[in-house]
């Protein structure tokens, strides 16, 4: 079963537009991490952000920001006033325990000029 | 610090044939990971290090797949009589240890099997 659900699988936005990423994950455990990494067209996964089951609080970090809501096992992400370096594909994830990562598909996300 | 790498960036084989991939983590991370990626999807867990202990193989590992991290620095993912199902990119990572920190990802080896 997929763990990690990203609906969208692409978004194209004009330059300067807020861009909010959607992330659904799935799991039993009460202790977990959640991750954005973003892959940009040169293929390395760089990190972002991650957050703990333990702190539902949303914060900002740049033009970055999420919203972490354990009610509704989502993990959305936000990119504001967007860039064209910002093109590339956003991965959510997740880590159950001290290990692994379960990973959504992924969403192509186009800033066009 | 530099970063996780990997060797060789591209790899095209015939099938049938065997290829090795390597590693080198971030020095002093001794947990080490690989996963596998194919096109228009996540990254795939397939196995990790705690040192140069293997701790855990996901089902995806078939046994023409083996992998090694003799003095707990760099690893060497095989695969032997490749597939044309096995082309994808493969992936390494690494942390510095216990505690799930985020995992550092090197640029990955694109392997290609004809």
């Known amino acids: 079963a997929q763990k990690v659900t990203q609906a969208q699988t692409e978004i194209s936005v004009v330059e300067k537009e807020d861009v909010t990423l959607d992330c659904v994950y799935e799991?039993?455990?009460?202790?977990?991490?959640l991750f954005w990494y973003k892959q940009p067209p040169s293929g390395e996964l760089v990190f972002l952000i991650r957050?703990?089951?333990?702190?539902?609080q949303n914060e900002i970090s740049g033009r970055y920001s999420w919203n972490f809501q354990k009610s509704t096992s989502s993990f959305n992400f936000t990119i504001t006033a967007s860039q064209v370096v910002d093109s590339a594909v956003y991965f959510c994830a997740l880590s159950e325990n001290d290990y692994k990562l379960s990973f959504g598909a992924g969403t192509t996300v186009t800033v066009r000029a | 610090d530099t970063g996780v790498s990997q060797n060789p960036r591209h790899k095209i084989t015939k099938r049938g044939q065997n290829v090795t991939f390597r590693c080198d983590p971030i020095s002093e991370h001794n947990r080490l990971y690989w996963y596998r990626q194919t096109l228009g999807q996540g990254p795939e867990f397939l196995t990790y290090?705690?040192?140069?202990?293997?701790?855990?193989k996901s089902r995806l590992l078939s046994d023409r797949f083996s992998a090694e991290r003799p003095k707990g620095s760099f690893s060497t993912l095989e695969i032997q009589r490749t597939e044309q199902g096995d082309s994808a990119m493969y992936l390494c990572a690494s942390t510095p240890g216990t505690g799930t920190y985020e995992q550092y990802f090197g640029p990955g080896t694109r392997l290609t099997v004809t």
């Open positions: 290090f705690q040192n140069e202990a293997q701790l855990e």
């Open positions: 957050r703990n089951s333990f702190d539902e």
């Open positions: 799991t039993r455990d009460t202790t977990y991490y």
